[in-house]
């Protein structure tokens, strides 16, 4: 695999996606639990289409940047454990690189999306990259401490997607 798309943490291999994810992605994305937390209401839902949309636009990404989203995999078994990374956003108002990720829930709880964040962050800061944020809804407590453990810090609200989410920044 070329330099840059594999990271490897104490528990994770960060991957370049491949289309071949995409039935990971399905499984993930359209998990209720995941929903709750990424499409909060008014919001719809993600429908069966948008995993894959949102594949096609990670690939994308890589080819364009060099650098995006990882399929994250538990380095012991190989199993699917989520998606992390870093990919382009204007929720900010301005070009910024965000550190989103989602982890299966079966696995919440383990530390793995703060793994995967720090390694996003070292990236980041690798890349020298100017602007680095996440951002959440309010209630998304286990996401903000994720946030706080990857060394950014609360910036304030942020509209997003009409839904109000608060914003952190690197």
Same mark, same amino acid.
């Given at each position: 695999?070329?330099?840059?798309? &594999?990271?490897? +943490?104490?528990?994770?291999?960060?991957?370049?996606?491949?289309?071949?994810?995409?039935?990971?992605?399905?499984?993930?994305?359209?998990?209720? #639990?995941?929903?709750?937390?990424?499409?909060?209401?008014?919001?719809?839902?993600?429908?069966?289409?948008?995993?894959? #949309?949102?594949?096609?636009?990670?690939?994308?990404?890589? #080819? #364009?940047?060099?650098?995006?989203?990882?399929?994250?995999?538990?380095?012991?078994?190989?199993?699917?454990?989520?998606?992390?990374?870093?990919?382009?956003?204007?929720? +900010?108002?301005?070009?910024?690189? &965000?550190?989103?990720?989602?982890?299966?829930?079966?696995?919440?709880?383990?530390?793995?999306?703060?793994?995967?964040?720090?390694?996003?962050?070292?990236?980041?800061?690798?890349?020298?990259?100017?602007?680095?944020?996440?951002? +959440?809804?309010?209630?998304?407590?286990?996401?903000?401490?994720?946030?706080?453990?990857?060394?950014?810090?609360?910036?304030?609200?942020?509209?997003?997607?009409?839904?109000?989410?608060?914003?952190?920044?690197?």
């Amino acid at each position: 695999m070329p330099p840059g798309e &594999e990271t490897l +943490t104490a528990r994770l291999r960060c991957l370049r996606p491949t289309r071949a994810d995409e039935p990971d992605y399905a499984a993930l994305l359209l998990e209720p #639990d995941v929903q709750r937390w990424l499409r909060p209401p008014p919001l719809a839902p993600m429908g069966p289409a948008d995993p894959g #949309d949102l594949l096609t636009h990670d690939l994308a990404h890589w #080819d #364009d940047h060099g650098y995006g989203p990882w399929v994250l995999r538990d380095r012991r078994t190989g199993a699917f454990v989520g998606r992390g990374g870093m990919c382009w956003t204007t929720a +900010t108002g301005s070009f910024a690189v &965000e550190l989103p990720w989602a982890i299966v829930p079966a696995r919440w709880g383990e530390g793995l999306a703060t793994e995967a964040a720090r390694a996003a962050v070292a990236q980041a800061r690798a890349l020298e990259l100017e602007e680095v944020v996440s951002f +959440t809804v309010p209630g998304n407590l286990p996401s903000r401490r994720v946030m706080e453990k990857a060394g950014l810090r609360l910036a304030g609200p942020l509209q997003h997607a009409g839904v109000e989410h608060v914003l952190y920044r690197l």
